[in-house]
């Protein structure tokens, strides 16, 4: 089960991390992007957030690797087996990157035009203006959206056990249909959900600490 | 072309140097033919009514508003400007203008500091990642400009726990730390209380008495008199007078600019 939990985190780190990438670049591309970029986004954002996340998994886990598949043989290569783990990163990535990029795009509106507008007015170019203002300015807006994807994330990634890959969930079923004690072992893979949970609020009430350090606290008092 | 007569004479190199702007915002005609030149040494104050389009044509300088048509030239460099695929006006080539931009020292009304960096970090941000400054030296002249504008005690305090004088003069020092050839003041002092516009006044006047370039959109009239070399004073998108600023305060000609100044008063 330990082992189950260990790919779960995994996944949902990688799906997290690759989902963020996805999403910057997505609310990058919807607020400066041309309009056939924009009409893409939104296609994608709209699919991707109304299609139950299970269909999704499905869809694109075996139509994903079943394509890839394909396009390899037309290229005259040899079918490969699809990572489970990879696969599961992927499938989850491209939908947190839909949620992300909706998250961020709104975190970016938030952030005061005048500093962005300074920016500018000093002469940075368009990418170091993104890593070093608006990307950290829109910080504080964007850690309570991020930080609810993230959460999903962990959970989301009990939905890959529909596909046979061993994650936390997958592993407590195989463990408790062996040992008939099913109460036993879905308790303590709630227990590790909870606990996993735990450990990221702490955490993430750390980062949000620290990119909200320029900004009053709304209850007063100073840093 | 209007440069002041007095600068002219003395042959000090020119600046800044604007001709025929136009701009327009949709239907919108703000300004209408604006031509404006500020040698070095330069105090030039710009007056006006609200809408007369006086801020517009300040942030025209460092293309924040790009111009519908007209010559800009900053140091003598012309500003390179072409017509996007919406008919827009844009400039041609952005490293040029990130490049000018970099010799520009903005002021904004509203101070603009980066909330998420302290005070000492926002004056070193653009000598550091933009002009290629070394950290240490940049974090010395920024102590320097600090303990000048009367911040050294801030230098580690966010923008977000400063006063609006306070952060409106920590945006000097961040405009000085790039050793800018030209200042742009953007109405300075307009978003301040009544009691913190002194204290920014006072950091602009000691910039002009060490005969630093400026422009200086501005309502504050008194300290306009006294510290421009050069008063121009828009109406409706035009210049309606401009001269030095015994002439616009003292001896104003246009009907316009004495009812403006009698209604500041």
Request: proline share 4%.
């Amino acid at each position: 089960m330990l082992r189950g939990l260990f790919n779960s985190v995994q996944i949902a780190v990688g799906a997290f991390g690759i989902g963020l990438l996805i999403g910057t670049g997505g609310a990058y591309g919807k607020l400066y992007g041309g309009p056939v970029m924009r009409d893409l986004l939104e296609v994608y954002t709209t699919i991707v957030r109304a299609v139950p996340e299970l269909v999704l998994i499905l869809l694109l886990y075996f139509a994903g690797t079943d394509l890839i598949n394909r396009v390899l043989e037309a290229m005259g290569y040899a079918r490969i087996d699809v990572n489970g783990l990879v696969a599961g990163i992927w499938v989850l990535a491209f939908v947190q990157g839909a949620y992300a990029t909706e998250v961020i795009r709104g975190a970016i509106l938030s952030v005061p035009q005048g500093q962005i507008e300074a920016a500018r007015a000093y002469g940075m170019s368009p990418g170091m203006m993104l890593r070093r203002i608006t990307l950290p300015a829109m910080l504080p807006f964007a850690i309570p959206g991020l930080a609810n994807l993230w959460l999903i994330a962990t959970k989301d990634t009990a939905l890959l056990a529909i596909v046979g890959f061993n994650e936390l969930t997958q592993e407590t079923r195989t463990a408790a249909g062996q040992t008939k004690a099913y109460f036993t072992f879905f308790m303590a893979a709630g227990a590790l959900y909870l606990a996993l949970t735990l450990v990221s609020n702490v955490i993430i009430a750390r980062i949000e600490r620290w990119s909200r350090r320029g900004t009053p606290s709304v209850a007063g008092g100073g840093r | 072309m209007s440069p002041s007569t007095a600068e002219a004479e003395s042959g000090a190199a020119e600046a800044i140097h604007i001709e025929q702007l136009h701009k327009k915002f949709g239907d919108l005609h703000v300004l209408k033919g604006v031509s404006l030149s500020a040698r070095d040494g330069d105090v030039v104050a710009i007056i006006g009514g609200s809408g007369s389009g006086k801020s517009t044509l300040l942030r025209c300088i460092n293309c924040l508003e790009n111009p519908t048509s007209g010559v800009i030239r900053v140091n003598g460099e012309e500003i390179k400007l072409k017509a996007d695929s919406h008919g827009h006006t844009v400039p041609a080539d952005r490293r040029q203008i990130e490049r000018i931009r970099s010799k520009l020292g903005m002021v904004f009304q509203n101070f603009n500091l980066w909330s998420h960096m302290t005070l000492i970090e926002n004056v070193i941000e653009v000598p550091v990642h933009v002009l290629g400054v070394k950290r240490d030296k940049a974090i010395a002249t920024a102590e320097a400009l600090l303990d000048r504008v009367g911040l050294a005690d801030k230098r580690d305090v966010y923008p977000a726990f400063m006063s609006g004088g306070q952060q409106q003069r920590g945006a000097i020092a961040r405009a000085l730390a790039i050793q800018p050839r030209v200042m742009l003041f953007d109405e300075p002092t307009s978003a301040l209380d009544p009691e913190l516009v002194g204290e920014v006044l006072k950091v602009i006047a000691d910039l002009a008495e060490e005969g630093r370039t400026m422009i200086l959109v501005t309502h504050e009239m008194k300290f306009a008199r006294e510290v421009a070399t050069h008063v121009v004073y828009l109406y409706n998108g035009l210049i309606e007078e401009e001269g030095p600023p015994e002439q616009i305060f003292g001896a104003p000609k246009s009907e316009r600019l004495k009812q403006f100044i009698s209604n500041i008063h």
